[in-house]
């Protein structure tokens, strides 16, 4: 089994920052893809960003480009994703997300293994 735990979140104000981070822990091999998804309070979980187990293919929903940015150091066993200029409908619970098949970590269906989640709170 493979356990995720993210951490990170937090209160903020629009325009702010914050970078959440995610441990693998259990049977996790370095070339699993690691994405993150989001649960706004009364909506369906999205797909917000994915990273290859290399690092050199990465992906991003339409609503976060240029503002959201997913890396990872294999060395420190984390995944990260850097939020900058933050809105209020980027509040969620963030989840972190895994599988051995980047193609398919898009969607829920996709996702073999899943994190708790960490609260992301924007406020206006």
């Known amino acids: 089994q493979v356990q995720l735990v993210e951490s990170g979140g937090g209160l903020v104000q629009a325009g702010g920052t914050l970078r959440l981070s995610c441990v693998p822990s259990?049977?996790?091999?370095?070339?699993?893809?690691v994405g993150w998804f989001r649960q706004a309070p009364g909506k369906e979980r999205e797909f917000v960003a994915r990273?290859?187990?290399?690092?050199?293919?990465?992906d991003y929903v339409d609503s976060v480009k240029g503002r959201f940015t997913i890396s990872r150091d294999n060395a420190k066993n984390t995944v990260y994703l850097q939020m900058n200029s933050l809105k209020p409908e980027d509040t969620a619970v963030y989840y972190c997300?895994?599988?051995?098949?980047?193609?398919?970590?898009?969607?829920?269906?996709?996702?073999?293994?899943w994190g708790k989640g960490t609260l992301v709170t924007v406020s206006s």
């Open positions: 997300a895994s599988t051995n098949d980047y193609e398919r970590l898009n969607t829920i269906e996709g996702v073999r293994y």
């Open positions: 259990g049977r996790f091999f370095s070339f699993y893809a």
């Open positions: 990273i290859s187990g290399s690092r050199v293919r990465t």
